[in-house]
Nanobody, 126 residues
Framework: QVQLVESGGGSVQAGGSLRLSCVASNINDRYCMAWFRQVSGKEREGVAAIYRGAARTYYADSVTGRFTISQDNPENTVYLQMNNLAPEHTAMYYC????????????????????WGQGTQVTVSS
């Protein structure tokens, strides 16, 4: 079973940057990996996703141009570089992995991902 461990969250002021990391174990290049975020009382929302085998990426419209997902396959690590952060980006961020065909229609559906990390909190103050 794939295990995921996130790190890199924290508190920053608006306009600042953070880089989240997700280290995966028992994973291979057939997996898709993604970052989701969740605010208390709201549904989990897809932020970005990447297909390990070909580095194909997808982003939520709200983060395009600000966030970048990338991977280091030999290190089994996926990153989320977050720039120009704003208070509305405050949330718990989760790393996820799944075995399915990554597409524009499928990447942001939580049900497709079978493994989840414990989450890392990101707090942006104004």
């Amino acid at each position: 079973q794939v295990q995921l461990v996130e790190s890199g969250g924290g508190s920053v002021q608006a306009g600042g940057s953070l880089r989240l990391s997700c280290v995966a174990s028992n994973i291979n290049d057939r997996y898709c990996m993604a970052w989701f975020r969740q605010v208390s009382g709201k549904e989990r929302e897809g932020v970005a996703a990447i297909y390990r085998g070909a580095a194909r990426t997808y982003y939520a419209d709200s983060v395009t141009g600000r966030f970048t997902i990338s991977q280091d396959n030999p290190e089994n690590t996926v990153y989320l570089q977050m720039n120009n952060l704003a208070p509305e980006h405050t949330a718990m961020y989760y790393c996820a992995a799944g075995l399915f065909v990554l597409s524009a229609d499928s990447w942001n559906a939580p049900k497709g991902y079978t493994s989840w990390g414990q989450g890392t909190q990101v707090t942006v103050s104004s």
